[in-house]
Nanobody
């Protein structure tokens, strides 16, 4: 059983900063890619940022230069530092991780999701 626990969301004024974290726990053989998606009310879930196991990052155009994704492999944790926040960044932020596990067919990397954390940016 694997669990992703998010923390750090909240309410912030436009121009402010927040950092959200996501820690994986449970039966973890290893973790490959990790990242964040977000979903605003009435909208689809969109990719925010990803990071590979060796630290290669990718960002949505809307957050480039403002958000920074990082990870601590020793802690099985991924972070999202959000600066210069805008009201349009308001959403539920979900983390994901490709967590390795041994199956009867060999090593698999199914995707696990966090429960989501609310980020609200007021104007």
């Amino acid at each position: 059983q694997v669990q992703l626990m998010e923390s750090g969301g909240g309410l912030v004024q436009a121009g402010g900063s927040l950092r959200v974290s996501c820690a994986a726990s449970g039966n973890i053989f290893g973790i490959n890619g990790m990242g964040w998606y977000r979903q605003a009310p009435g909208k689809q879930r969109d990719l925010v940022a990803t990071i590979t196991s060796v630290g290669i990052t990718n960002y949505a155009d809307s957050v480039k230069g403002r958000f920074t994704i990082s990870r601590d492999n020793a802690k099985n944790t991924v972070y999202l530092q959000m600066n210069s926040l805008k009201p349009e960044d308001t959403a539920v932020y979900y983390c994901y991780a490709e967590i390795g596990r041994i199956t009867s067919s060999g090593l698999a990397w199914p995707i696990s999701w966090g429960q989501g954390t609310q980020v609200t940016v007021s104007s």
